[in-house]
């Protein structure tokens, strides 16, 4: 199942974190790997704003929350999800 997901960050809670880089660090190691496993098929970074929009793939959506909670900003995160259908222009 794929997913439509909208990534903001409560930069006014990060930006004072002392070890802020470390976690960053982190948060993209983490990303590449949730890649490199198929979970995040694409991103896009929205410009002007500390947020991104990806499509993700998951079993369903409590596996969708598993891998969400992976990330190590999770608690600054605020994540937006819609669930995607096939459209029938799509369809075999």
């Known amino acids: 199942m794929e997913f439509l997901v909208t990534i903001r960050q409560d930069w ?5 974190l002392p070890d802020l880089a ?12 949730l ?3 198929g979970v995040i098929v694409r991103i896009w970074r929205v410009p002007g704003q500390r947020a991104n929009i990806g499509v993700w793939r998951a079993r369903d959506a409590t596996e969708l929350v598993a891998h969400l909670d992976r990330l190590p900003l999770r608690r600054w995160l605020d994540a937006e999800v ?8 799509e369809a075999p």
């Open 82 to 89: 819609r669930a995607l259908a096939e459209h029938e222009l």
């Open 22 to 33: 470390a976690l960053v660090e982190e948060e993209r190691r983490t990303g590449r790997e």
């Open 12 to 16: 006014t809670a990060l930006r004072d």
């Open 35 to 37: 890649i490199a496993e």
